[in-house]
């Protein structure tokens, strides 16, 4: 495979699935067996899911609330789909840690760098819960953090679209996809593809990102394959 140590970052929006709210089991488990494919191949994974299919903080500051508290309630949300992940890979006999960045050892480990990578050493899939257990920063950001810090050779960000387009393809039916583009050109054309602080931390430590429609099953093997599907934003 093209690379043997990743990060998978997932939104919380996606597991919902069809449904409304919360978390759609058919979705999870599309999840859970495209994730064991390529563990079986030797790819070490490491995951940071979203939360916003349960709560998300600006929902908070809507209706009145400290923009803080309802980050660190977001933060709760992501633990909520990192159990669930959890218990899906095991269930397909995956062996998994959860590292949560705010302390609840009761369920789950405190996040350790060094002990997240001799999991990811050892095949286990890790998933890093709580976002970087900060309020202000988004789980794409804890995605580029966690990335950085465990050495992955880059990140994989499944999304609904297959990739960065020229314009929002749900508004713009002229817009193309980019195969490649360079992060400055993702600048400079007003283009997005993370929020500015998780894409300048991959920017800054030259560590390449992969958007890609991850509700596609096979998806996820393909990219590990090498082949051309999504996005691919580097230097
Ligand atoms: P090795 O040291 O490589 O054998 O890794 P290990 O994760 O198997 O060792 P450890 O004995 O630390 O963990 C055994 C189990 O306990 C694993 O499922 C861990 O996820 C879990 N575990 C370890 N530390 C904590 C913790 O602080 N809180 C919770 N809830 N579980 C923990």
Excluded: W
Excluded at 138 to 159: F, N, P
């Amino acid at each position: 495979m093209k690379y043997n140590r990743i990060l998978l970052k997932l939104s919380g929006e996606s597991l919902m699935g069809e449904k409304a709210f919360g978390i759609d089991n058919n979705r999870l488990a599309s999840y859970a067996e495209q994730i064991r494919e390529l563990v079986d191949r030797d790819v070490q994974v490491a995951i940071v899911i979203g939360g916003g299919n349960i709560f998300r903080g600006v929902q908070a500051e809507e209706g009145g609330m400290d923009r803080t508290h309802g980050d660190y309630m977001g933060m709760l949300a992501t633990m909520i789909n990192s159990m669930a992940l959890q218990a899906a890979l095991e269930s397909k006999g995956v062996q998994t840690r959860l590292q949560s960045a705010i302390e609840m050892k009761e369920i789950a480990e405190p996040y350790v760098r060094r002990r997240a990578v001799r999991h990811l050493e050892k095949g286990r899939v890790v998933i890093f819960g709580a976002g970087t257990g900060n309020p202000y920063f988004t789980t794409d950001s804890a995605a580029s953090l966690r990335a950085i810090e465990i050495e992955a050779q880059v990140i994989l960000k499944g999304t609904r679209v297959d990739g960065v387009y020229t314009a929002d393809p749900e508004k713009d039916p002229t817009a193309t996809k980019y195969d490649n583009i360079s992060f400055d050109d993702v600048y400079a054309n007003g283009l997005k593809v993370m929020d500015m602080t998780a894409f300048t931390l991959c920017k800054e430590n030259d560590l390449p990102i992969i958007v890609f429609d991850m509700d596609t099953p096979g998806n996820l093997k393909k990219v590990l394959n090498g082949d051309q599907v999504g996005t691919i934003v580097r230097n």
